[in-house]
């Protein structure tokens, strides 16, 4: 795995870039943008050819009463996700698969089991609330790859 810092060195020297000001040259930044452009465009293709291979599995522990819960950061496009899951009693073997909703299915004042999730942008809602904390949620999505960036500092 080689640093981003050694890439750009070697773009520079092969593009007769080794000479930059702030005003004149290309810009860290510049070549940071392009990296991460590059790596933005091999993350869909592999997406699209091999689906499986950036898939990620979360459990998330619920609680009792509560309908909203985050989407994690890491799911490509904030939209890749495949399916949700739900337990009640918390064991991996008890998941169940929920039916995705929409927000004219939301109810008020049940709590059971859910049977649904409705999307909300960054947050799931859990339909109806969980009744009991111990529970869980199985998120499985796609996951981004992290935005590529030269060392900035170090921590001793």
Same mark, same amino acid.
């Given at each position: 795995?080689?640093?981003?810092?050694?890439?750009?060195?070697?773009?520079?020297?092969?593009?007769?870039?080794?000479?930059?000001?702030?005003?004149?040259?290309?810009?860290?930044?510049?070549?940071?943008?392009?990296?991460?452009? &590059?790596?933005?465009?091999?993350?869909?293709?592999?997406?699209?050819?091999?689906?499986?291979?950036?898939?990620?599995?979360?459990?998330? *522990?619920?609680?009792?009463?509560?309908?909203?819960?985050?989407?994690?950061?890491?799911?490509?496009?904030?939209?890749?996700?495949?399916?949700?899951?739900?337990?009640?009693?918390?064991?991996?073997?008890?998941?169940?698969?929920?039916?995705? &909703? *929409?927000?004219?299915?939301?109810? *008020?004042?049940?709590?059971? =089991?859910?049977?649904?999730?409705?999307?909300?942008? *960054?947050?799931?809602?859990?339909?109806?609330?969980?009744?009991?904390? &111990?529970?869980?949620?199985?998120?499985?999505?796609?996951?981004?790859?992290?935005?590529? =960036?030269?060392?900035?500092?170090?921590?001793?």
């Amino acid at each position: 795995m080689r640093k981003l810092e050694t890439l750009i060195t070697a773009s520079r020297r092969a593009t007769e870039n080794q000479e930059f000001t702030e005003t004149a040259g290309i810009q860290d930044e510049e070549f940071i943008q392009y990296f991460n452009d &590059g790596q933005e465009e091999i993350h869909t293709i592999l997406n699209t050819l091999f689906p499986h291979i950036l898939m990620k599995i979360k459990e998330v *522990s619920c609680v009792a009463s509560q309908e909203a819960y985050d989407i994690p950061s890491d799911v490509f496009m904030g939209t890749r996700i495949d399916a949700i899951e739900f337990t009640q009693s918390g064991a991996p073997q008890n998941y169940y698969p929920l039916k995705k &909703g *929409s927000v004219k299915e939301r109810l *008020s004042g049940i709590q059971t =089991d859910p049977s649904f999730y409705i999307r909300n942008g *960054s947050q799931i809602f859990l339909q109806p609330k969980p009744q009991s904390s &111990g529970s869980k949620l199985r998120l499985t999505y796609q996951r981004t790859i992290p935005r590529l =960036d030269v060392q900035r500092a170090t921590v001793l």
